[in-house]
């Protein structure tokens, strides 16, 4: 994968396929949390096509209403500590792995954690309960598995909080009630990552 174009906002990746039907994914990620916000095949394999095709995608991408917040970022840090923290158990489960490496993985993801905790607890009593508020997109019927993934973290985050308001509760209770309500509506796939 390479970096093939830049904006103030998004990152655009190509995965160029040199074999096969030829087709090329261009990968546009947010730049402050680094979530992929759109995945879209072209059939070219020429960079400056590809820079094209990236460019103009962006042009019809506004900066996101939520930029740089820093609950967001917690939210990103949260899913990518998580992804790490699942590179641990295949690792331990080889033959050959030696033990430094593994206390190396383990203590960079006590790190991660480390740093987290102390990003949560810093937000404002705002941020933590903006934290805990889906956006529209993650209350829409045919979410993805990624909009799940952020609503399993953000109920998750909430016993990262030392210190809990009574308006912090009452978000967190109405946000169970959305993820139980998309449960048992089934189907939806709510079910299968729950991380709380």
């Known amino acids: 994968m390479r970096r093939i174009f830049l904006s103030k ?10 074999r096969g039907d030829g087709r090329s994914q261009l ?7 680094f979530e992929l916000e759109n995945v879209e095949s072209v059939s070219f394999q020429c960079l400056d096509k590809l820079q094209d095709a ?21 939210i990103a840090y949260f899913l990518k500590m998580r992804r ?11 033959p050959q792995s030696d033990s430094k490496g593994i206390i190396k993985v383990l203590y960079r993801n006590e790190a991660y954690a480390l740093y987290l905790s102390r990003k949560v607890n ?7 309960g903006e934290l805990l508020i889906p956006s529209r997109g ?59």
């Open 9 to 18: 906002y998004y990152v655009v990746l190509a995965r160029i396929n040199w």
């Open 84 to 94: 790490k923290r699942d590179e641990i158990f295949p690792l331990l489960q080889q």
């Open 122 to 128: 810093s937000l404002s009593e705002r941020d933590k």
């Open 27 to 33: 990968i546009t990620v947010r730049r402050d949390t």
């Open 54 to 74: 990236a460019s103009s995608s962006l042009k019809m991408r506004r900066k996101p209403h939520d930029w740089g917040a820093p609950h967001r970022r917690c």
């Open 138 to 196: 993650e209350l829409l019927p045919d979410r993805s598995t990624s909009l799940l993934d952020i609503l399993y973290a953000r109920a998750a985050l909430y016993w990262w909080m030392f210190s809990r308001s009574s308006s912090i509760d009452q978000a967190y209770e109405n946000l169970l009630r959305l993820i139980d309500r998309g449960e048992s509506e089934g189907g939806s796939g709510l079910g299968s990552s729950n991380s709380t």
